[in-house]
């Protein structure tokens, strides 16, 4: 098992380090330069419908290339990128056999390598720090720009770097970190919600009620305590976790958010709900939503998997099968360390997916449908994503923390 699932990720690895982190993402079409220097370019509801045709909904084949769009460098992909590295060094550090051609030393020289080309991408703009994606994003009633920051890619940048700065103790990393206190704190604006708040997605206003969005903002905060020692970061972030608890239903569940299109309940959003939350027990050592945890992980392990350890995207709907529920469960079952009880999931749903979403070139494909499969090779979307779940998988398999 372990030698067939390191072929397979040092056959991602260096599709990946070929390409030099860049590609296509999932909502990109709309930087094509048909559309951009066209009066089209700026019609909302024409770019709203040119990312449903090539990206989530419709989007069946890649027409990228006809379309010219280019291949970026994606801020979240990076940071992505980053935290696997991380992890190899912590493997290849407590054994040094494991991972073979990898070192220790070769993974923190692409630690340095790949934090610094993180710390380029910041949007620009700010006095604080944040990061977004290289193109725009066209939402139902809302656009962001290009480089528009997020909490979600700027949490991502954030784990990552912290992660960097424990291995290499280059101070710039923790005060990359620090920096994003303020975007969180003094650029996103905040709904009111039950009895608490919940963070906005960006300094934009749309997509302002969205739960994971608000709990990746706590995990934002929960960083910046753990290096500053400022409890004002503790508070805020635990009075945003304790608005997102109260709305968690009774069985254990999250909606994606509050407004009348996002009912849904699918598979990778709880994940990143329960990550945000493990962080505050893991960095305040104050275990207060052990419950939330509990029903969250249990929820989403009964749910979101079929009787096979077929991952599926909502509770209720196997299709798509998105490569994000294919490595979202990596990383919950290591943050929670629940994997030892999980391991037979954890490996069906691991056979699964490299039997039908890896390409014999190393890349992972985007979604499975019930009579076809996406196979656009997104760097961010796929690769970056499953770069990082696997090096949890791999650190689980040689039962490392």
Avoid at 177 to 189: G, I, N, P, R
């Amino acid at each position: 098992m372990i030698n067939d699932l390191l072929d397979s990720f040092l056959r991602l690895k260096l599709y990946c380090e070929t390409e030099q982190y860049k590609g296509w993402d999932v909502g990109d079409s709309i930087a094509s330069p048909l559309l951009t220097k066209s009066f089209l370019g700026q019609v909302p509801f024409v770019r709203f419908v040119m990312q449903q045709l090539t990206g989530h909904r419709i989007g069946y084949f890649n027409i990228r290339p006809i379309l010219c769009v280019p291949k970026f460098l994606n801020a979240k992909g990076v940071a992505l990128f980053l935290n696997g590295y991380c992890n190899l060094h912590d493997i290849v550090r407590q054994n040094p056999d494991a991972l073979k051609p990898l070192s220790a030393d070769g993974c923190t020289r692409k630690i340095t390598e790949v934090a610094e080309l993180l710390i380029s991408l910041r949007s620009p703009g700010l006095q604080s720090s944040g990061w977004g994606y290289p193109g725009g994003w066209q939402g139902r009633n809302f656009f962001f720009p290009p480089n528009t920051p997020t909490v979600v890619a700027s949490s991502f940048a954030v784990d990552a770097l912290s992660h960097a700065y424990e291995i290499t103790r280059n101070e710039r990393y923790k005060e990359e970190v620090l920096k994003t206190a303020d975007f969180v704190l003094k650029d996103l604006h905040r709904s009111p919600y039950k009895n608490g708040f919940l963070f906005s997605y960006s300094q934009y206003k749309g997509n302002d009620k969205v739960f994971n969005a608000s709990l990746l903002g706590a995990r934002i905060l929960l960083q910046c305590y753990r290096f500053s020692g400022d409890d004002e970061y503790r508070t805020i972030a635990k009075q945003a976790i304790d608005t997102c608890v109260e709305a968690q239903q009774e069985d254990g569940s999250w909606v994606y958010g509050c407004g009348k299109t996002q009912g849904w309940i699918d598979n990778f959003h709880t994940g990143y709900n329960l990550e945000a939350i493990q962080t505050y027990h893991d960095i305040t050592g104050e275990y207060i939503y052990t419950d939330a945890l509990n029903k969250g992980a249990a929820f989403m392990l009964k749910n979101h998997f079929d009787e096979h350890h077929v991952p599926k995207y909502y509770h209720n709907q196997q299709y798509p099968i998105d490569i994000h529920c294919c490595g979202e469960i990596f990383v919950v079952l290591h943050k929670l360390n629940i994997f030892e009880e999980n391991e037979r999931l954890a490996d069906d749903v691991w056979n699964w997916t490299r039997a039908n979403m890896q390409d014999k070139k190393g890349y992972f494909y985007f979604q499975k449908h019930k009579w076809m499969t996406n196979k656009t090779p997104y760097m961010r979307w796929s690769n970056a994503f499953m770069f990082n779940a696997l090096s949890y998988y791999l650190k689980d398999r040689l039962q490392l923390r």
